[in-house]
């Protein structure tokens, strides 16, 4: 079974992953944006770069048995992100959603999924060329 080269899956999950992380992340936003007016509200934010980097800190190792406890980094595919009030000193007059701030997460957001989704595009347009044999 060929596992390099372009038949490598570890690209596609970790396109797939982003594509969670942003997804969940416009969710969070839309939110933010859709309370801008209910009073009491407290803004959220989609935390999951900094699991992702402490994921990365951690020492490596391999197990050598079925029951043995995981040693080391966390796989991006077990790196989960969670919902988080943001604690932001913001006051609207009515509560601590800035929809500047919103509206600027939102855009950025949306610029990093459209990117994403033509990565992902572009990598199975290759495999699906390759597989009619055609050059990339």
């Known amino acids: 079974m060929i596992t390099q080269g372009i038949f490598q899956k570890a690209h ?12 969940n992340r416009h969710k969070v936003v839309a939110d933010n944006i ?17 699991y992702l980097s402490e994921a990365d800190m951690k020492l ?7 029951s043995h406890l995981h040693l080391g980094r966390r796989q991006l595919e077990s790196t989960h992100g969670d919902i988080a009030d943001t604690q932001s000193s913001y006051d609207n007059g009515i509560n601590n959603v800035d929809i500047d701030k ?19 595009s572009m990598k199975y ?7 009619r044999g055609r050059s990339v």
């Open 125 to 131: 347009a290759n495999l699906r060329s390759a597989i």
């Open 34 to 50: 859709a309370n801008v007016q209910t009073e009491g509200y407290g803004a959220q934010a989609y935390r999951f770069e900094e």
């Open 102 to 120: 919103e509206m600027t997460d939102l855009a950025t957001n949306d610029l990093s999924y459209r990117l994403t989704t033509r990565l992902l």
């Open 12 to 23: 596609l999950g970790d396109l797939k992953k982003a594509l969670d992380v942003y997804a």
């Open 60 to 66: 490596t190792g391999a197990r050598t048995h079925a």
